[in-house]
């Protein structure tokens, strides 16, 4: 069975950057699954952000691409997910998940979230 | 962006009622609609997938049918551990979209 972990900051100050890493297990990063960020502000629904292949292929949401990047470590079975510029609209649960491209990718294994507030 | 729509957004009900909650998308998206279910303080979880199609492990009070624009998920005499958010989302296209969530609590 899949597992995901999330971890970074809890804390980042307005304008600078938010730094997340989910760390998969039960599963190599390389099999036929894109690897996705969710986010959840406090009482809200859900926001897909992106997704990645492990060849490094991305797909982003266009409302946040140009300050979004996500990236795949192969050799630590992990990936990662930058939000530059952030502001207090960017408080939210960040949820990693896998998306399993060969049943039409729905996300199939959720991390079990990190809360991230932006604050000074 | 595809628009996913729920309705109710509220949902009181008892155990042992059958439940229905439709989701409709702006536009065609064949099967590619996702159920989830959120309980408090928990990440989302996989119910159905492929609009029909029952996640392993997932109890078959659950199902899911439609395709094209008009989506349903029932649940079958409901189990007190049902209580909790429900969404659907569309994975036809990107970005991937989420509709607003239906709150399933205690009538």
């Known amino acids: 069975q899949v597992q995901l972990q999330e971890s970074g900051p809890g804390l980042v100050k307005p304008s600078e950057t938010l730094s997340l890493t989910c760390t998969v297990s039960?599963?190599?990063?390389?099999?036929?699954?894109?690897w996705g960020w969710m986010r959840q502000p406090p009482g809200k629904g859900l926001e897909w952000i992106g997704s990645?292949?492990?060849?490094?292929?991305?797909y982003y949401n266009p409302s946040l691409r140009s300050r979004v990047i996500i990236t795949v470590d192969t050799s630590k079975n992990q990936f990662s997910l930058k939000l530059s510029s952030v502001t207090a609209a960017d408080t939210a649960i960040y949820y990693c998940?896998?998306?399993?491209?060969?049943?039409?990718?729905?996300?199939?294994?959720w991390g079990q979230g990190t809360r991230v507030t932006v604050s000074s | 962006d595809i628009q996913m729509t729920q309705s109710p957004s509220s949902l009181p009900a008892s155990v042992g009622d059958r439940i229905t909650i439709t989701c409709r998308a702006s536009?065609?998206?064949?099967?590619?609609l996702n159920w989830y279910q959120q309980k408090p303080g928990k990440a989302p979880k996989l119910l159905i997938y492929?609009?029909?199609t029952l996640q392993s492990g997932v109890p078959s009070r659950f199902s899911g049918s439609g395709s094209g624009t008009d989506f349903t998920l029932t649940v079958n005499s409901l189990q007190p551990e049902d209580f909790a958010i429900y969404y659907c989302?569309?994975?036809?296209?990107?970005?991937?979209?989420f509709g607003q969530g239906t709150r399933v609590d205690v009538k």
């Open positions: 492929g609009a029909s």
């Open positions: 039960g599963s190599s990063i390389s099999s036929t699954y894109y």
């Open positions: 998940a896998s998306e399993f491209r060969d049943n039409g990718y729905p996300l199939d294994y």
């Open positions: 990645i292949y492990h060849s490094g292929h991305t």
């Open positions: 536009q065609t998206i064949g099967n590619f």
């Open positions: 989302q569309q994975s036809y296209n990107i970005p991937r979209t």
